[in-house]
């Protein structure tokens, strides 16, 4: 029995040879997806090569010294409970960059790491509290530390970071990859002055996750950017 073939069959072929050509979604070319989040073409020519000094998974390091900024909440409070000096616990760092002792006034923090401000804090009470002895701080709220998860993820945002965080963890804590998202053209953006180098770093999702791959799962650092693109058609 002989079958005749739908005449649209040509142009159904024709249409998605055209698409497989375009490759990539976005832009002015065809694709099966609808225009997403790309990676510009000057951000493709940043893309370094793995390097070899970054941090990884199984290479952690210690980050630099914690210092205060506005948004951070600090515990102020005498190491000896029987000190005479009196003054709020719990101090917000505010948009001026300080916290409020009490009767003791203002204390610039801003930029300064906890140990400098234990001492500056020891000599505007002391100045005023003979034998107040000691100050304790400790940060208990971090908002200003945080790093960023953009384009397609579930849930993009900022988060606060720890300090022990990688791509990896960084990727789950935004909800995982949408459907449209690339898992070969991730990128991990560090930071830099406006006259630096640029960093940017390319990150392979599908070998950290299926073979355990440490080499581009990076420790992230404060202010780094995780940008998922939209996947191309041949991915």
């Not at 600090?74 to 101090?91: M, Y």
């Not at 300064?112 to 000599?123: C, G, H, M, N, V």
């Not at 406006?194 to 992230?220: A, M, S, W």
């Amino acid at each position: 029995m002989h079958t005749t073939q739908p005449t649209w069959t040509p142009w159904l072929l024709l249409t998605l040879g055209l698409l497989s050509l375009t490759g990539c979604t976005g832009g002015a070319g065809m694709s099966l997806f609808p225009s997403g989040n790309e990676l510009e073409h000057a951000t493709k020519k940043l893309v370094q090569p793995i390097p070899v000094h970054i941090p990884r998974e199984l290479e952690k390091e210690p980050l630099p010294p914690f210092t205060v900024e506005p948004g951070d909440v600090l515990l102020v409070q005498p190491a000896d409970l029987e000190s005479p000096a009196r003054f709020p616990a719990e101090q917000p760092v505010l948009q001026d960059g300080t916290i409020l002792l009490g009767r003791y006034g203002m204390l610039s923090v801003v930029g300064r790491t906890i140990p400098e401000i234990e001492l500056l804090a020891r000599a505007l009470i002391e100045a005023q509290t003979k034998d107040a002895g000691p100050i304790v701080v400790r940060p208990i709220n971090r908002q200003s530390k945080v790093y960023y998860v953009l384009g397609e993820v579930n849930a993009p945002g900022a988060f606060t970071l720890a300090g022990r965080e990688t791509v990896l963890d960084g990727i789950l804590a935004a909800g995982g990859l949408t459907t449209r998202g690339s898992q070969e053209k991730i990128i991990l953006s560090r930071p830099t002055l406006p006259d630096d180098c640029r960093v940017v770093l390319p990150v392979d999702y599908e070998k950290i996750v299926q073979h355990g791959d440490t080499r581009t799962n990076y420790q992230l650092a404060p202010g780094d950017r995780i940008y998922v693109p939209t996947r191309c058609l041949l991915e």
